[in-house]
């Protein structure tokens, strides 16, 4: 059975900075994209950013565009979110998601980012 699993989420003051990693139980290429959601309370899920695994394309939400990285290694089957400059707006719980055939997703890890 298919495991993401999620850590580096915590407390962190405004303008801070965050890594997150979501390992996989097993191949990263058993999936075509990985990437991460986040939900705030009372808010839709929101794709915060994904990467396909063979060519590393990626995209994200524009709330994010220029202060979040995805990226990928292959080697440790783990992608990664380091998430700079954050704001309040950003907490949120977080969960890493992977697509093959259909959606698998990590158990969420909180990001809170204080004023």
């Known amino acids: 059975q298919v495991q993401l699993v999620e850590s580096g989420g915590g407390l962190v003051q405004t303008g801070g900075s965050l890594k997150l990693s979501c390992a996989t139980s097993?191949?990263?290429?058993?999936?075509?994209?990985m990437g991460w959601f986040r939900q705030a309370p009372l808010k839709q899920r929101e794709l915060v950013a994904s990467?396909?695994?063979?060519?590393?394309?990626?995209n994200y939400a524009g709330s994010v565009k220029g202060r979040f990285t995805i990226s990928r290694d292959n080697a440790k089957n783990t992608v990664y979110l380091q998430m700079n400059s954050l704001k309040p707006e950003d907490t949120a719980v977080y969960s890493c998601?992977?697509?093959?055939?259909?959606?698998?997703w990590g158990q969420g890890t909180q990001v809170t980012v204080s004023s």
């Open positions: 998601w992977a697509y093959k055939y259909r959606d698998y």
């Open positions: 097993g191949s990263i290429f058993s999936f075509d994209r």
């Open positions: 990467i396909t695994i063979d060519g590393g394309s990626t």
